[in-house]
């Protein structure tokens, strides 16, 4: 049961690249998120998906896509890195309700 | 629209000091409140929780209690250990949300030293 996985652990891109961070979940949830950690700043939400087949956008929406790939898979996309998306990105999962979700390791993403 | 607020940090402790780190929220109704720690190098993961009014959430050692009155969720610890050094978030769900969203602070640096 490896919980909730990401790839890349880091990676480096130059302004303008693309680049998709991956995530999956074994815990058979239902909802998954996407954040960004940036210091002092807590944790942003970017887009969820409250179940497979639907995303939504959280707090931080502009520059992202996502795809709900299956009901294990949930993908960041970035169509034009830019510097300010310099930053620690984590995925999570939950069941409905009650908000308690469990944590990918993140990926460090530097854009330069 | 809901918030929380943490002490800002570090906060810097010897092995055995007691441990308070102060936590409030805004939010309509009844949220449920959360305690999630970050270790080095690693994603969050979650402490304690409470879900209602003057519940009291514990794990491994750390208590804190949902105050509706004061709106506060303080995370306490009587004896910390080295390895308690960690980045500690106080979150939110709000009542209205089915999907489980949480509303991060913006995390306590705790640092404990021998």
């Known amino acids: 049961n490896a919980g909730v996985t990401q790839t890349p652990k880091f990676q480096v891109l130059k302004t303008g690249q693309s680049m998709t961070l991956q995530c999956a979940q074994d815990m058979n949830h239902n909802s998954m998120y996407w954040y960004r950690q940036d210091p002092g700043m807590g944790l942003r939400l970017i887009y969820y998906?409250?179940?497979?087949?639907?995303?939504d956008k959280g707090e931080v929406p502009n520059g992202y896509n996502v795809s709900r790939l299956n009901k294990r898979e949930f993908s960041l996309r970035l169509e034009s890195a830019a510097p300010s998306q310099t930053s620690v990105y984590f995925c999570?999962?939950?069941?409905?309700?009650?908000?308690?979700?469990?944590f990918g390791p993140g990926t460090r993403l530097t854009v330069l | 629209g809901n918030s929380v607020t943490q002490m800002e940090g570090p906060v810097t402790l010897s092995e055995e000091a007691f441990l308070t780190i102060n936590c409030t929220y805004t939010a309509t109704g009844y949220p449920s409140l959360f305690w999630y720690v970050q270790y080095p190098g690693e994603g969050l993961q979650l402490l304690l929780k409470a879900t209602k009014a003057d519940d009291k959430g514990s794990n491994k050692g750390f208590e804190a209690t949902y105050r509706k009155e004061t709106t506060s969720f303080h995370l306490e610890k009587g004896s910390v250990q080295v390895s308690d050094s960690a980045v500690y978030f106080c979150a939110l769900s709000p009542p209205t949300d089915s999907w489980g969203k949480l509303q991060f602070g913006a995390g306590t640096q705790v640092v404990v030293t021998p």
């Open positions: 998906s409250a179940s497979e087949g639907t995303t």
């Open positions: 999570a999962s939950s069941e409905r309700g009650w908000g308690e979700q469990f």
